[in-house]
């Protein structure tokens, strides 16, 4: 779920991240969970795979800058194993399983740009990429 005042995101699990979450916040709750994908000087990426959010499965990138939470991008679990499942109707029922999800995380709330920031279902037709991004305001 997206509470939609304060833009934190509560996982089934009960993990939680928020827009003021710091890297030592993740670590924390996260242990050996989270794994370091980037740093370079003032930002810094880590992914969480295997995560759970309302009923799918789901891996989390959280990019940091100046240790506070910038960006979030959330991927539902496509089972593609290579470039050689991709299809176009692949990548359009990836898009529609993240557009339900987001609206089901928003709880029927239409909106998308809130005071904390906002929130999209996108999809890169370059690299096939869907996922919801949720972008906090600094």
């Known amino acids: 779920m997206i509470d939609s005042n304060t833009g934190k995101i509560s996982f089934d699990s009960g993990f939680s991240v928020w827009k003021d979450m710091t890297i030592d916040d993740l670590v924390k709750r996260t242990g050996s ?3 370091r994908t980037l740093r370079n000087g003032r930002y810094e990426t880590y992914l969480i795979r ?3 959010l309302s009923g ?3 891996s989390l990138s959280i990019h940091f800058r100046d240790n506070r939470v910038l ?3 959330i991927a539902v679990d496509s089972g593609l194993k290579s470039w050689a499942d991709y299809s ?4 359009k029922q990836s898009k529609d399983r993240h557009d339900r999800l987001l609206a089901s995380l928003l709880n029927g709330v239409g909106q998308t740009t809130f005071r904390w920031g906002h929130v999209e279902s996108s999809c890169d037709a370059k690299t096939g990429d869907a996922c919801i991004v949720v972008s906090y305001v600094a």
């Open 33 to 35: 969970k989270c794994e």
């Open 50 to 52: 295997n995560l759970c």
């Open 56 to 58: 799918e499965s789901v």
């Open 71 to 73: 960006l979030l991008r």
């Open 88 to 91: 176009p109707a692949g990548e």
